[in-house]
């Protein structure tokens, strides 16, 4: 098994070695062989990362937006690489046909027009085709992959079922956790990690799927068992050209690579999916699956009863709050029904899940609520901000930033949004990269001043993360509920290109000793007073 935290992809024990000329036709790759070279050698890896080779790998060369692959294609063959998988550009930058290992016939060239699209058919190739061995349920959409995904698994869980689970917050394998460094692995190291999966046993594996996975061929050569759409809004338009374009790469998934479709269908780009054989889902309109009796309790849980074909009946309860959880519940229980999952599994392991850094609740004995969250796109903080009113008699606060370097124009969407819905709101840095802080909260602080004062609470402004939300904390009163939205389940805040420590989980609950006091202390203190009385 591979260690809980792995730096480097985990790679199955054992490889079938792939022969060069095989590999090469499966991929419709030209070799190029000096006259006299003996048999090549065959390949048992394959990677894009020179720093990753491993002796007898392919190392994929790709073009990139400020490098080229083939620049580390030495440094690659230094490490062990017995062949080369490139582009004609590739090797007219780096003479590779006259490296020596090359010429000498030691290391195999394999040139195709477009290398990385047909990487992931390589990949999976030289790793056993294990997703064909595996049940892998792909889910795709602009919110709820990570807690569509969790509920797979626990429901799979419950029924038994050894499983895997790729995605933003980590990636199992069988139980054993390791961190992600994607929310889709590149081709390479999805394919080796699949293939680890099936040397441990998994027979299920609930995996995110992004739209840049779809769009850079990370899942090619991933044969689904099911694949599911959760929903679209405005998001990741700094790597798409428009919504359309967005869509049209999350429709990659129901492109033929999924033996089932499942579909939330409560809005257009949904309906735009469904076929004729798309098992469909649906809060607000017809659907083969739909709900009835949706209760918010005061907890924040929630209960409803799910409908589907054939008269299926079966009765929920989510420790999630929101409506646009019970829609992530019902793609999940739409998927589970397609794999023949029974419904007492998927009962007990749907109300058994929580999500990391998604409506995650910080309790230190607070007389409000405080959640973390990772909705950081207009969509989902109107959503979590909907929810979290629902929840709560008293005000909304919420402490908002958004990234650097990433899709600009959701920035005054994201202040108009939180400014509709929160009686406080305060403006503050998330991950500014590269970019000046300051810029980007003025451009959030444009759209959420733009709403009208009558329809919008307070906005202030607080750069520093962690002062913004002791300052959430100090200000929010018995009733009311905290919500720190956009980082979620992260651990580190990039300024500038380098990376600080920080969690907005651990700064929140240090907020909340600083007010309250540790709440084990406090019942140290209750304890021994307590006993004095006696």
């Keep these: 098994m591979p260690s809980a935290v792995a730096t480097v992809p985990p790679r199955p024990a054992r490889v079938e070695p792939v022969r060069v000329d095989v590999l090469a036709g499966h991929i ?16 048992t890896g394959a990677t894009l990362r020179a720093q990753h080779v491993r002796p007898g790998d392919l190392f994929a060369a790709l073009p990139g937006t400020r490098f080229h692959g083939a620049d580390f294609a030495s440094e690659a ?76 698994e626990s429901a799979l869980r419950a029924a038994g079922f050894t499983t895997g689970l790729v995605g933003t917050v980590e990636t199992r394998i069988a139980g054993e956790r390791l961190d992600s460094a994607f929310t889709t692995p590149e081709a390479p190291d999805l394919q080796a990690l699949l293939a680890v999966m099936v040397e441990n046993g998994v027979t299920y594996v609930p995996m995110e799927v992004s739209s840049h996975a779809l769009a850079l061929h990370r899942v090619a050569g991933t044969q689904f068992a099911v694949g599911a759409f959760t929903n679209l809004s405005q998001d990741h338009l700094d790597f798409h ?18 033996k089932r479709e499942v579909v939330c269908v409560d809005t257009e780009w949904g309906a735009r999916l469904a076929g004729p054989s798309t098992v469909t889902v649906a809060t607000s309109t017809d659907a083969a699956w739909t709900v009835s009796d949706v209760q918010a309790l005061p907890t924040g849980e929630q209960t409803f009863t799910a409908h589907g074909p054939d008269g299926a009946k079966l009765d929920v309860r ?32 749907l109300a058994e899940v929580d999500v990391p850094g998604r409506m995650e609740r910080v309790a230190m004995g607070q007389d409000f609520t405080a959640v973390v969250d990772y909705s950081h796109k207009p969509g989902a ?15 909304v606060i919420v402490v908002l930033g958004c990234g650097g370097d990433r899709d600009v124009a959701k920035r005054p969407l994201m202040g108009e949004a939180a400014a509709r819905r929160s009686e406080l709101l305060i403006v503050t840095d ?32 607080i750069g520093d993360r962690r002062a913004a939300i002791a300052e959430a904390v100090r200000q929010a009163r018995a009733g009311d509920i905290v919500v720190v939205a956009g980082k979620g389940h992260e651990t580190g805040q990039e300024v500038a290109g380098v990376v600080h420590p920080f969690s907005d989980r651990e700064e ?13 202390e406090n019942d140290v203190r209750r304890g021994q007073g307590d006993e004095e009385a006696r």
């Design 381 to 395: 903080v109107a959503a979590v901000l909907d929810a979290a009113r629902a929840q709560v008699d008293g005000r």
């Design 77 to 152: 063959i230094a490490a062990g690489a017995v062949a080369v998988l490139t582009d004609q550009a590739g090797v007219e930058r780096t003479k590779l046909t006259e490296h020596p290992a090359v010429r000498s016939g030691k290391v195999s060239l394999l040139l195709h027009p477009d290398p990385r699209g047909v990487l992931g058919a390589a990949s999976a190739l030289v790793y056993g085709n294990p997703s064909q061995r595996l049940n892998v349920l792909g889910v795709t959409g602009t919110s709820g992959k990570t807690t569509t995904t969790y509920l797979l």
């Design 318 to 349: 989510l420790r999630l709050p929101g409506p646009f959880n019970v829609a992530n519940a019902l793609v999940a229980i739409g998927v589970l029904h397609s794999a023949g999952v029974p419904a007492w599994a998927i009962e007990r392991g």
């Design 508 to 520: 929140l609950a240090a907020a909340l000793r600083e007010r309250f006091g540790d709440p084990q």
């Design 241 to 258: 050209r428009d919504m359309e374009d967005y869509f049209q790469a999350k429709a990659m998934l129901f492109d033929g690579r999924s």
């Design 28 to 43: 419709g790759a030209q070799v190029f062989r000096s006259p006299g070279q003996g048999e090549a050698t065959p390949v």
């Design 430 to 461: 998330d991950n500014p990269r590269s970019e000046d802080p300051a810029k980007i909260r003025a451009a959030m602080l444009a759209g959420a001043q733009a709403v009208p004062e009558e329809e919008r609470g307070e906005i202030i402004e």
